[in-house]
């Protein structure tokens, strides 16, 4: 005689967590909306009329759908070529990044280096006190590196913050897979750059992120050292589109219909500079969620 047993997988949940998941789910799904729907308002004026955006019309879809306030944008002479420059800045400056990140975390990451400590502690001692603008602006041109494109990359080439999370994650490598690699013959350099580097692939692509944003974000930086318009990052020159196109009513003279149109037209070209400046680092984050959402929490277990 056979008796057939069924068994169930599933965990019952209790009402107390169901109480609890739900109260979360509601949460997320407002957290969600908070930061949603500011940027579908945004997004939805950027293709709307000036005179809608200007009259409070749109919402979360265009009205009177328009481009005008990017043709306003990309019809300025210099917006392709500071294009280019933040895209040169954003790519040679997070490859510098994290590969003076990795270097300086792998040896701060051993436990055998002499004087580690105070090497740490002199590293953190830069993250509350530095120099100042001034002494900053007065290194960088004795080093003859004002107006130059390296003035936006190698003043920030390390991030101490973003170094001790490198070196917390490359602590938490098994010391197991160094003594293996020590028996077959691997050398310090070898270790570093065949097993360390391959498996901190998840908190590169992290910090990548982080400094990516960060050199794509910056102003202040070319604001200081440049003066070249041609080596100028995309965000001074968004900044000087929405100058030239900033009318008065001496600018307008005494036609009422052109000021309007200009002060709506100001208006649109806000929401539409806020799209062309922060649409390529939308563009990037999903090719790096998987990587980001493993190594966000990196540094918070153990330090």
């Not at 949940?13 to 949460?27: A, E, K, P, T």
């Not at 392709?80 to 895209?87: A, I, K, Q």
């Not at 929401?271 to 966000?296: E, Q, T």
Request: with cysteine; charged share 15%.
């Amino acid at each position: 005689m056979t008796v057939n047993v069924k068994t169930s997988n599933s965990i019952k949940v209790s009402r107390g967590d169901q109480v609890y998941y739900l109260i979360v789910n509601v949460l997320l799904f407002a957290f969600t909306l908070i930061v949603l729907l500011p940027l579908l308002n945004v997004l939805a004026s950027s293709f709307s009329s000036p005179q809608a955006v200007n009259f409070g019309r749109v919402f979360f879809w265009p009205v009177d759908f328009s481009v005008r306030g990017y043709k306003a944008v990309f019809e300025y002479k210099g917006i392709w070529t500071s294009y280019y420059n933040t895209f040169y800045y954003t790519i040679v400056g997070t490859t510098v990044n994290v590969i003076m990140t990795m270097i300086c975390a792998y040896p701060l990451a051993r436990k055998t280096l002499p004087g580690r400590g105070i090497v740490t502690a002199l590293f953190m001692f830069t993250m509350l006190f530095g120099g100042g603008t001034i002494p900053n602006y007065l290194l960088l041109r004795q080093l003859n590196m004002i107006n130059t494109r390296s003035a936006m990359i190698i003043p920030g080439a390390l991030s101490v913050y973003n170094m001790i999370i490198a070196r917390t994650f490359i602590a938490n490598i098994p010391a197991d897979l160094e003594e293996a690699a020590k028996i077959d013959g691997c050398t310090d350099f070898q270790y570093f750059m065949k097993m360390v580097l391959p498996l901190s692939r998840t908190v590169m692509a992290v910090l990548a992120l982080y400094y990516a944003v960060g050199h794509w974000n910056d102003y202040f930086t070319g604001f200081l050292y440049l003066t070249d318009n041609d080596k100028m990052p995309l965000q001074i020159t968004l900044r000087a589109i929405l100058i030239n196109n900033t009318f008065s009513a001496e600018a307008a003279g005494a036609n009422m219909e052109e000021l309007l149109d200009n002060t709506a037209l100001q208006d649109l070209l806000k929401y539409a500079l806020i799209v062309v400046s922060s649409a390529p680092i939308l563009i990037l984050y999903p090719f790096v969620k998987k990587h980001f959402m493993k190594g966000v929490m990196i540094g918070a277990l153990k330090g």
